[in-house]
């Protein structure tokens, strides 16, 4: 590419007369091209809004062309952080519920386009491109939806589902996750990679700012990955600031400080209050499995360890015992479970299984706060004041809107599926397309030693009730249960089967369903209590160390039946145990009906979880499937003999809980924004001055008199004002108001600093006297001491 014509023929020369007049050519000349500045050799396209410092320039012609690609590599390395922080969110929905290959074709296209035109159209073509691209991309999602989530597709609802994605739902709520992150993702990188090009920085930065901050909203982006996106989003903003100006970070600080904040603030105060077992403050020791499974309303993360919570919840009159159920979790995503879709207001008696079922009437009374409806599987009515306010998820649960008040009850009439072996032997695998859609689903990164442990575990199943039977008491048999536990990094499912001798119920129960999905059979994440503690009566006390998570499996013509392959044994030694424990210690709300004056249920022997009311087992439909069928929750009362817990239940433990890395992050955006903030408001410049002028160290006459005189204008410029260009030591100290006392000693300290630096020296005695009238009027207009005055 060719120079500019008014570039100096000898850049040497920019140092001289006639160099600063070519430099004088050079900038009339960029002013009058029509507003554009000349390309740079090493240069991407050009900036519309031009700048006076072209590489004819007096202002070092070649540094300054050294500058302008210094600045293009710091900004495409912040932009290339920035998109990466959004895309990879993006990336993780299609990896978790497929399209992975589509989206990184989709984000490679749109970069070779914003490279090819980025050149040669201006930018109201390229937001006419822009619009089009997500245009085409909304279409794509709403032909991608079933028919019947489009036909809810209203006005209102399409505007409260945009609210929902800005206040927090993860964009792996949505049906058809995939295609809205496919669809979505070649917008912002389009527009912030043309602008780029375009050297339009600051602006590319906000159009993949946008996105990020989008994430961000959804709760879908970490702690880190946000760290990545806004300190690329500053590097863009300082990059032109560097190319404009020769400078640093102008107004990146205050960016990265508002940014900051923003990160910590959301981080901190994201708690929404729930059932007793979620405290709107956070406990120091490890989570009870009641704040991160049964009170998780949308998504349920597997944790590590766990802690234990014996107090009581609530109690199920009931004929028969049951397991209580609260969700169901259909998208899994490596880490953790997603219920997808919106829930609906109940109205109206709700459809039943498709197959043999027999009818159960429960009344649920809370006896501490709650923000579940717990019910046997499956609710077709509910009745009681909380039946206005109770919603029906697409999974079939239902949910209240509220909270239930201790004393507080409700009715509810489940129809549990009866079926026998032979029948879901025979039930075949005509499974409804929303079946497969929905419960078949792994994420594209699930191992192929996943898979192909499942095949050889169900290699002699012919049925898939024989996989469900051989899946489930593999884990039974192969696996121990522990409470203390550390969360592996990656696939849980890989994790548990070949890195892991050890679990709780969430990590048996997600292998259990990602296993049976590789095989191709419909299962599902299922959380809630098992039955509790019978009093005999047809009263069942259930406390949060009942709380569990199990299998659900789908049949053709039965629907949804229970599986659980999490070992029984344990988790009754363990929960007896905490009880038992619990009451020692006088742990309040432990022993139901004690505060009434009746006779308080003892632990021993009053584990009876899984048994009907006259004594049966209680198994799925009625059926007898291999195995214990005794379930085992995650927040069991305590440890079993010889395992040691992760904290007290008061939090404290042998050794301190190290903070976790979202802490961390966290922590380092906060420290990172009062670095910023500080650094906008001067303050640390200003602490710094303050502190060297408190203090002298003497050296030799004329230093100390030179040394005092600056102290003493360091102190007149905090007071009224700087000392101008030109403006001489005598001229400034004349023209700040005093009175006669203190004009008198500055002048005298200006006739010194002159001798000192100009004329003959000074003598010990006066420095002498210089430092110590300075160190006077330091202490007088030290802030703190005049208060005290």
Not at 422 to 441: F, I, K, M, N
Not at 483 to 502: H, K, Q, T, Y
Request: aromatic content about 6%; overall charge neutral; hydrophobic content about 40%.
């Amino acid at each position: 590419m060719s120079s500019p014509p008014e570039r100096s023929a000898n850049p040497a020369d920019s140092g001289t007369s006639g160099g600063r007049a070519s430099g004088e050519g050079g900038r009339n000349a960029s002013r009058t091209d029509g507003g554009r500045r000349p390309t740079t050799a090493g240069g991407i396209g050009s900036d519309p809004a031009g700048d006076p410092r072209s590489e004819g320039s007096e202002s070092n012609p070649r540094g300054w062309r050294r500058r302008l690609d210094d600045a293009s590599v710091l900004a495409f390395a912040g932009l290339t952080a920035l998109t990466g922080a959004y895309a990879s969110v993006l990336w993780r929905v299609t990896d978790v519920v497929g399209g992975s290959t589509e989206f990184v074709v989709v984000v490679v296209a749109a970069l070779a386009l914003a490279a090819l035109v980025g050149r040669y159209v201006g930018v109201r073509v390229a937001l006419g491109v822009t619009s089009g691209l997500l245009v085409l991309g909304l279409l794509a999602y709403l032909f991608a939806l079933p028919q019947s989530q489009v036909e809810l597709l209203t006005p209102d609802r399409m505007l409260d589902d945009t609210v929902a994605l800005l206040t927090g739902l993860s964009v792996l709520r949505l049906v058809g996750a995939g295609v809205w992150a496919v669809a979505v993702v070649p917008g912002p990188v389009f527009l912030s990679w043309y602008l780029a090009v375009r050297r339009r920085y600051v602006s590319a930065a906000v159009a993949g700012g946008t996105a990020l901050a989008l994430v961000v909203l959804t709760g879908d982006a970490d702690a880190v990955t946000t760290v990545v996106g806004v300190l690329g989003a500053t590097t863009m903003i300082a990059a032109s600031t560097f190319e404009r100006h020769g400078s640093g970070l102008a107004q990146a600080d205050v960016l990265t400080a508002l940014l900051a904040a923003m990160i910590v603030v959301s981080a901190t105060f994201s708690v929404v209050p729930g059932a007793a077992g979620s405290p709107l403050l956070p406990d120091r020791g490890a989570p009870t499995v009641e704040g991160s499974l049964v009170d998780a309303r949308d998504n349920v993360d597997i944790v590590g360890s766990i802690r234990l919570s014996p107090e009581v919840r609530f109690t199920v009159e009931s004929p028969r015992a049951e397991y209580w159920q609260t969700a169901a979790y259909d998208r899994y995503t490596g880490s953790g479970w997603v219920r997808t879709g919106s829930a609906r207001p109940y109205d109206d008696r709700l459809r039943g299984p498709p197959g043999p079922a027999r009818e159960l009437e429960q009344t649920v009374t809370a006896e501490g706060p709650i923000s579940i409806l717990p019910a046997a599987w499956r609710p077709v009515d509910v009745s009681g004041p909380v039946a206005s306010d109770t919603v029906v998820t697409p999974q079939g649960g239902i949910r209240p809107e509220t909270t239930l008040q201790p004393g507080e009850n409700y009715t509810v009439t489940s129809r549990v599926p009866n079926a026998t072996a032979e029948r879901l032997r025979a039930a075949g695998t005509d499974y409804p397309d929303r079946v497969r859609a929905s419960y078949l689903q792994l994420p594209d990164s699930t191992t192929d030693r996943v898979r192909e442990r499942a095949a050889t575990v169900a290699a002699d199943a012919e049925t898939p009730y024989d996989k469900a039977v051989a899946v489930e008491s593999y884990l039974e048999a192969n696996k121990e249960y522990s409470l203390s536990v550390r969360r592996p990094s990656g696939d849980v499912a890989d994790s548990f089967l070949f890195e892991m001798d050890a679990g709780y119920c969430t990590y048996y129960a997600t292998t259990m369903v990602v296993m049976l999905r590789s095989q191709g059979v419909p299962a599902r994440f299922v959380t809630g209590y098992t039955a509790g503690e019978d009093l005999g009566n047809g009263t069942h006390v259930v406390r949060g160390l009942n709380s569990h998570a199990w299998v659900e499996v789908y049949f053709p013509d039965t629907g949804w039946v229970r599986f659980d392959p999490t070992p029984s044994g344990p988790r009754q030694t363990a929960e007896n145990a905490r009880v038992a424990e619990a009451q020692q210690r006088g742990t309040a709300n432990v022993d139901y009906g004690a505060p009434n004056g009746t006779t308080p249920i003892q632990a021993e022997g009053a584990v009876t979880t899984g048994s009907t009311a006259d004594g049966s087992p209680s198994t799925p439909g009625g059926i007898t499937t291999t195995g214990p069928t005794n379930a085992t929750p995650s927040s069991v009362g305590g440890p079993a003999p010889g395992v040691p817990t992760a904290a007290s239940e008061d939090g404290s433990g042998p050794i301190p809980a190290l903070p976790t890395r979202r802490t961390l992050a966290v922590a380092l955006v906060g420290l990172v924004g009062i670095v910023a903030g500080a650094r906008r408001s001067a303050l640390v410049d200003r602490t710094v001055r303050l502190g060297s002028v408190q203090f002298q160290r003497r050296r030799d006459p004329e230093s100390d008199v030179r040394r005092a005189y600056d102290r003493l204008e360091t102190i007149l410029e905090r007071e009224h004002r700087a000392r101008r260009p030109g403006e001489t030591p005598r001229a400034y100290i004349e023209a700040l108001p005093t009175d006669e006392a203190e004009s008198a000693e500055r002048r005298r300290l200006v006739e010194l600093y002159e001798r000192a630096r100009y004329a003959d020296g000074v003598t010990e005695t006066d420095a002498d006297a210089a430092v110590s009238t300075v160190n006077r009027l330091v202490r007088a207009s030290t802030p703190i001491v005049r208060r005290l005055r």
